[in-house]
């Protein structure tokens, strides 16, 4: 019987387990203040168990990240310390927003949602007002299907008055 026991708790921990994020939804809205406020959908396809996942956002030439808030299926984490499921600390210096969630999944899909506030991500001049923002980092560990942002300006603008850039993969379209 202790045999057994001992080779299913072996066995579980010795299949590979994997995720993959198949879509990432952006909609982003600069605020007249030169804030940037986020609303974020991660959707994940886990093979196997696991227990968090963690969110960087470095803030080299932005301000803060304030208001966080992190939900899944209209149910909200909360902020505290611990590792318990339904919980996220958060760690921010100058350099970086550190979100490292806890939850429990097991051979599923989830859908993650990450509401937050970045200050200063607007730098104005005399002539113009300059935005630039890496909506899906360079640094991640896992290639992403699908990412959408959409980005609201705070107010109209023809096209002649709006100029944008954007880097990524050969095959995404813009």
């Known amino acids: 019987m202790i045999i057994s026991l001992l080779i299913i708790v072996w066995c579980t921990d010795v299949f590979p387990k994997s995720f993959r994020i198949d879509q990432i939804h952006i909609q982003a809205k600069i605020l007249r203040d030169g804030s940037l406020q986020i609303n974020e959908t991660r959707y994940y396809q886990f093979k196997g168990r696991f227990r968090w996942a963690d969110y960087r956002l470095p803030l080299h030439k932005l301000g803060k990240v304030s208001n966080f ?12 310390p611990g590792e318990n499921p339904g919980t996220y600390p958060i760690i921010q210096n100058e350099h970086e927003f550190y979100v ?65 850039w954007a880097h990524g993969s050969i095959r995404g379209q813009f």
Do not use: M
Not at 100 to 129: P, W
């Open 69 to 80: 808030k992190l939900s899944e299926a209209g149910i909200f984490f909360r902020h505290q």
């Open 100 to 164: 490292k969630c806890y939850y429990q999944a097991h051979n599923q899909s989830r859908a993650f949602t990450l509401q937050y506030r970045v200050s200063a991500a607007v730098t104005v001049y005399n002539d113009l007002a300059e935005f630039y923002y890496q909506f899906v980092g360079g640094k991640r560990v896992k290639e992403i299907g699908v990412v959408n942002v959409c980005l609201e300006l705070p107010e109209k603008a023809t096209p002649g008055q709006v100029q944008a």
